[in-house]
């Protein structure tokens, strides 16, 4: 059963600073694995979406990394901004067309 | 284009009551999905439509939840009677077609917190 992982729960960052994000995955046997974000009371953003043939992908200040091998994916975040606070989700896809998510980062970024 | 829509978007409803929830995708959309966040855990798959079928309810809890998909369009995802433990944010997703899914992602309603009191 594949299970995802995200470390660390909660962050907190002065503005500027760049962070990573942390999810991993038991199961390698995956279509691809997106990373979403949500804010409270809101539903979730689609940020990044990396296939499972891919290493990495970017959008602006957001940097992806999957290794599918070790099960592992980073969600890299430059120059973090106050805007930036909300919670981190990651989450892959099996065969079964459906999606594992993991807990969760909140992320608090502080002016 | 509008994007997935979910109402209500907050139902407060005492324990025994019938809730209804319903989630309109994005026209043109065959896959619709019901997901669920309860209360420190994880986001959770309940079911898949593929147009008005059901092509995987595997992660519906029990009997006391009823999804349905009538002419492929909107769903609608019934808890009769509702338990205290039903209270969590259920997500409804959806997708053009599978392959869509596996290239592009889901895209996600804003979810309809339910709490159950």
């Known amino acids: 059963k594949q299970e995802v992982t995200q470390i660390p729960a909660a962050l907190s960052v002065p503005e500027g600073e760049n962070l990573v994000l942390n999810c991993s995955f038991t199961d390698s046997a995956i279509y691809n694995l997106q990373w979403f974000r949500q804010d409270p009371g809101k539903g979730l953003t689609s940020l990044l979406l990396i296939q499972s043939s891919q290493r990495e992908q970017t959008s602006g200040r957001l940097n992806a990394s999957l290794d599918k091998s070790s099960g592992r994916s980073t969600l890299y975040i430059a120059a973090s901004q106050p805007g930036d606070s909300a919670t981190y989700l990651c989450a892959v896809k099996t065969g079964a067309n459906n999606l594992f998510f993991g807990t969760g980062t909140r992320l608090t970024v502080i002016p | 284009e509008a994007g997935v829509t979910q109402f209500p978007s907050h139902s407060v409803i005492e324990k025994g009551q019938t809730v209804t929830l319903r989630c309109d995708p994005i026209s043109g959309h065959d896959n619709l999905y019901w997901y669920r966040r309860v209360m420190g855990k994880e986001i959770k798959f309940l079911l898949h439509?593929?147009?008005?079928?059901?092509?995987?309810e595997s992660g519906m809890p029990n009997n006391r939840f009823l999804a349905e998909r009538t002419g492929g369009t909107y769903s609608t995802l019934k808890v009769q009677p509702a338990e205290l433990e039903d209270s969590g944010v259920y997500f409804c997703a959806s997708s053009e077609t599978k392959a869509t899914a596996s290239l592009n992602g889901y895209t996600f309603g804003s979810g309809t917190r339910l709490t159950v009191v």
């Open positions: 439509f593929v147009k008005e079928s059901k092509q995987d």
